[in-house]
């Protein structure tokens, strides 16, 4: 099977809606033709999906946060996981974090995280993620 012809026929057909949408006969569906309402989404395309957003979120940081790419994998685990949730912007708001983490005290940049309406909001996720940017 040739995946590109049939990708290019079914986004052709289906058409690409980056928002969920109802369909014609009242589906919930997102993507191209993605029936939320039937079908769902299997557990290996929502890691497939994942994966994806995990790869642009690590480049949008190497580019957006200096010093990103000299971080550990573990605090670049960290950023990701809190970019993933709040969105690089929301990521970038965290001025106090990110320069503790530039100046390499990533005790006061755990503390700063921890210090967050964030860290209220997600409970033990960022105490993970603070003990990551911690223990590195």
């Known amino acids: 099977m040739n995946s590109a012809l049939i990708e290019a026929d079914l986004e052709r057909d289906e058409g690409y809606r980056q928002f969920p949408y109802t369909d014609s006969v009242g589906k919930l569906t997102i ?45 670049q685990r960290a950023l990701i996981s809190m970019a993933y949730n709040l969105g690089v912007g929301g990521l970038l708001k965290f001025h106090r974090m990110l320069g503790a983490m530039w100046e390499h005290d990533y005790e006061k940049a755990a503390i700063e995280a921890l210090a967050s309406q964030w860290a209220s909001q997600v409970g033990e996720r960022a105490e993970r993620i603070a003990k990551l940017i911690r223990e590195g």
């Open 31 to 75: 993507g191209i033709g993605f029936n939320l309402t039937d079908v769902g989404m299997s557990k290996d395309e929502s890691l497939l999906l994942v994966r994806h957003r995990c790869e642009r979120l690590h480049a949008l940081l190497s580019e957006r946060i200096s010093g990103y790419d000299g971080l550990t994998e573990p605090r």
